[in-house]
């Protein structure tokens, strides 16, 4: 079945920091793979996604992520973590066969806190 | 702005009520999604329309829960006699017709608290 995990519920950065946030997918495709960050009561907005071509794509707010399908990982990065950038980040696989009308499959998300 | 808006933001309800929620897709996008998140989890898909069918529902849309999206363009999620544990935040994405990647854009949600 498909799914998504993300091993660390929550991670601490310093302000200026850089930061890595892992995600690992088991899918029987090609997978579309997407980070969205939620900030606390919020809805959840795009970051980036990863469909085809290039493994390491870029997002909005300074992030990148890279697609590694030998470890099945996509793991979110960002070079200097700014106090802003606290909130909660999700990983989410697209399904695309199998009768799927392409609804996302996401982890439990890591929450982000950024200290001064 | 043209996101996808959700009304209300919050809703406290009593066991046992019936409430409704409204979701307003980006204009041009023809396929809604609802997704249900509770505390310390990711969101979890609902049901899943293209124009006015509803073409996909997840096995946690019991029989108290149901949607419409009567024209095509704003849905509603209905939850009759609800539960404790039907509180959650519930979220509303919608997809234009054009992508084949399920790029979804969400709303900001209703968050749903049952006393």
């Known amino acids: 079945a498909q799914s998504v995990t993300q091993p660390d519920i929550h991670i601490t950065v310093s302000e200026g920091a850089s930061l890595e946030l892992r995600c690992n997918y088991s899918y029987g495709a090609t997978p579309y793979l997407f980070w969205y960050v939620q900030s606390p009561g919020q809805g959840l907005q795009l970051l980036l996604k990863?469909?085809?071509?290039?493994?390491l794509v870029q997002g909005i707010k300074g992030f990148e992520a890279e697609f590694k399908r030998s470890q099945s990982s996509f793991n979110l990065r960002k070079p200097s973590v700014h106090w802003s950038d606290a909130a909660e980040y999700f990983c989410a696989v697209g399904l695309n066969y199998g009768g799927s009308q392409g609804n996302l499959i996401f982890g439990k998300g890591t929450k982000l806190s950024v200290k001064p | 702005d043209t996101g996808v808006s959700q009304d209300p933001r919050h809703k406290i309800t009593k066991r046992g009520q019936n409430v409704t929620f409204r979701c307003d897709p980006i204009s041009e996008h023809n396929r809604l999604y609802w997704y249900r998140q509770t505390l310390g989890q990711g969101p979890e898909f609902l049901t899943y329309?293209?124009?006015?069918?509803?073409?996909?529902k997840s096995r946690l849309l019991s029989d108290r829960f149901s949607a419409e999206r009567p024209k095509g363009s704003f849905s509603t999620l209905e939850i009759q006699r609800t539960e404790q544990g039907d509180s959650a935040m519930y979220l509303c994405?919608?997809?234009?017709?054009?992508?084949?990647?399920?790029?979804?854009?969400f709303g900001p949600g209703t968050r749903l608290t049952v006393l």
């Open positions: 990863y469909f085809s071509g290039d493994t």
């Open positions: 329309f293209q124009n006015e069918a509803q073409l996909e």
């Open positions: 994405a919608s997809r234009p017709r054009t992508s084949g990647y399920n790029e979804q854009f």
